[in-house]
């Protein structure tokens, strides 16, 4: 199989830094945000933002295989 | 009209338009394996959709999410924490996973391990592992029926008959329809939730507390400590948190029957597509999670977390809003179930029970096998659901830890040359033994670190030494002779 292409790995990589390894940042109850504690808000705020480094990798993938072997990537 | 007949029979009439709709999905299409297991691989961007949120949402997520919030706190973070995730993980994973699927003909999660290690005793073993740990999580759907139906009925129908009725309604579409029985479902069954979860999920803190802001603002000046890990847990920490969203952002995927929704794709293309829209429908998740805070004002000293939800719905609205809910909630039950017998039972007769104790059976007859244990299973997961008192939940945590330690050999198996058969059966071995030893004896989490994540860990390291002493046999997917034997022939020529 073809490996995912380093600039779409990195995009994966940011919702995983952002909502897991960095728990202790943003795991409190103040500032409030639209009401909801910070980690609430923080973990809905990526709910919206994973789709758009998603979307990111998919064009870096797109891109990349339009490259490689033409129209074949195109779905029927 | 009783309140109890009311709601009743909107649940009812709910139940059985949602039923209906599974039976007739299997209209202008012959069932046979490949039509039943992965829809001749036709599915568009929102049939993939409908089936993977289908099964994603089950009864485990919509009571005991909102049950976490309630008697735990700040660690039920750990589910929209996880959720985005585990789908960016799908977004490498299951694009390759189809091409394979495709080109195999692979029906099953055990087939791509057969076709990728050419063991039919691996992949039996993989087969094995998904259905014992589906049979919990089928009993978990169940037994959550049950208690939705008798909620919702105010106790007029008493769990076991609910649960009878039900679950007999799912096997008989899965029998009839397949898998396009199971995505027809969830057209009714997405619409009805997302509609009440959004409604409840704004409603109900806007009536006790005039807005989602100040429940919060009461709720961070009366029990501060419940928002924030570890809420009112002892040893559920930052550390947990990592480890368990890390565990089951890979190991989520792992599931045999999102193997079987991915093959039903018709371009890998879809797949991503979906794998980038997916994180957005975890926001029902969070509306969810509203409800249950909420109760930890309204209904303090409720014995049943997991009825949090339900009975604060009857406590605020009329009994036709919780027929609604009872019927939404019910088919929510329902069709993580029907998934889940439907990949138990093909996993049991296509790459169990054949290779090793009837190779000579034909392709039909696997088909006539696996809706008999369709059957089987249902009984199966009724029997533990009404006669067993003990709680599964710890089972059904065990099988998220055990079916992520297939991870090493999916993810080696798509991108690594050097991964050996042997590594990878011996990694899952020891990763599902270590699960299984630290959870049944009480020790997740194990110094603060989820046990299916130490898991997960030694698992690869095994698989790693193992691979590097012992010597490839097959080092990709592109040798014929090990190809799917009967299957593939009879499904290349449609695709």
């Known amino acids: ?63 990349r295989t339009k490259g490689d072997r033409g129209e074949e990537g195109s779905s029927r | 009209m009783s309140p109890s007949i009311i709601a009743l029979t909107i649940t009812s009439i709910i139940v059985l338009i949602g039923s209906l709709l599974g039976f007739l999905a299997r209209f202008h299409h012959k069932m046979d394996l490949e039509q039943w297991t992965v829809a001749g691989r036709g599915f568009g961007l929102v049939l993939v959709w409908l089936l993977m949120a289908g099964e994603i949402y089950t009864t485990f997520t919509f009571l005991g999410a909102s049950g976490w919030a309630y008697s735990r706190g ?127 999920g704004i409603a109900i803190p806007r009536i006790y507390f005039g807005g989602i802001g100040k429940m919060f603002a009461a709720l961070a000046s009366a029990k501060p400590d419940h928002l924030v890990m570890p809420g009112s847990t002892t040893n559920l920490g930052h550390l947990w948190y990592v480890s368990s969203v890390f565990m089951t952002a890979v190991g989520f995927y792992m599931w045999p029957q999102y193997f079987a929704a991915t093959f039903t794709a018709k371009s890998a293309k879809i797949i991503q597509r979906n794998a980038i829209i997916m994180p957005l429908y975890s926001i029902t998740m969070s509306l969810v999670l509203f409800v249950g805070f909420c109760a930890v004002l309204v209904l303090p000293n409720l014995s049943n977390g997991d009825l949090a939800l339900l009975t604060l719905v009857r406590k605020t609205f009329p009994a036709w809003f919780l027929g609604i809910i009872g019927g939404a909630g019910a088919l929510t039950a329902m069709l993580p179930a029907a998934i889940q017998l439907l990949a138990g039972a093909t996993l049991y007769a296509k790459n169990l029970f054949r290779p090793i104790f009837a190779p000579r059976m ?38 998220y830890a055990g079916v992520a330690q297939l991870f090493p050999g999916v993810i080696l198996g798509l991108f690594s040359k050097r991964v050996t058969t042997a590594g990878v059966f011996a990694g899952l071995i020891i990763g599902i033994s270590i699960a299984a030893l630290l959870m049944l004896t009480g020790h997740d989490p ?21 691979s590097a002493v012992t010597p490839v046999r097959v080092g990709g997917f592109e040798q014929p002779s090990l190809a799917m034997s009967a299957s593939t022939a009879s499904s290349s020529n449609r695709v």
């Open chain 1, 1 to 63: 199989m073809t490996r995912p292409s380093i600039g779409s790995i990195l995009l994966g990589l940011i919702p995983f830094a952002a909502t897991c390894f960095s728990v202790s940042l943003w795991d409190r109850i103040h500032p409030m945000i639209f009401g909801l504690p910070f980690n609430f808000f923080w973990l809905v705020l990526w709910l919206f933002l994973t789709p758009v480094c998603m979307w990111g990798a998919y064009h870096c993938e797109v891109s």
């Open chain 2, 74 to 200: 700040g660690p039920v973070l750990y589910v929209i924490g996880y959720a985005p995730l585990m789908y960016v993980v799908s977004f490498y994973i299951l694009p390759p996973v189809w091409e394979v699927g495709r080109k195999h003909g692979l029906q099953t999660q055990a087939d791509f391990f057969q076709v990728r290690y050419g063991s039919k005793y691996l992949a039996a073993f993989v087969a094995l592992v998904g259905v014992v740990f589906l049979i919990p999580y089928l009993q978990i759907q169940v037994t959550g029926l049950g208690l939705i139906v008798e909620v919702a009925s105010f106790g007029g129908i008493h769990r076991s008959l609910a649960m009878i009725i039900g679950v007999s309604l799912v096997a008989g579409f899965v029998f009839v329809s397949g898998i396009r029985g199971v995505a027809w479902v969830s057209v009714i069954k997405d619409a009805l939730l997302l509609a009440t979860v959004l409604f409840i």
């Open chain 2, 446 to 466: 194990y110094y603060g670190l989820n046990a299916g994540f130490i898991a997960l860990g030694i698992n690869f390291t095994v698989t790693a030494l193992v």
């Open chain 2, 362 to 399: 034909t392709d039909q007859q696997v088909a006539g096998l696996a809706r008999i244990m369709v059957f089987v299973l249902t009984l199966g997961a009724l029997f533990f659901a009404i006669f067993t008192s003990v709680s599964l939940v710890s089972l059904l945590m065990l099988g």
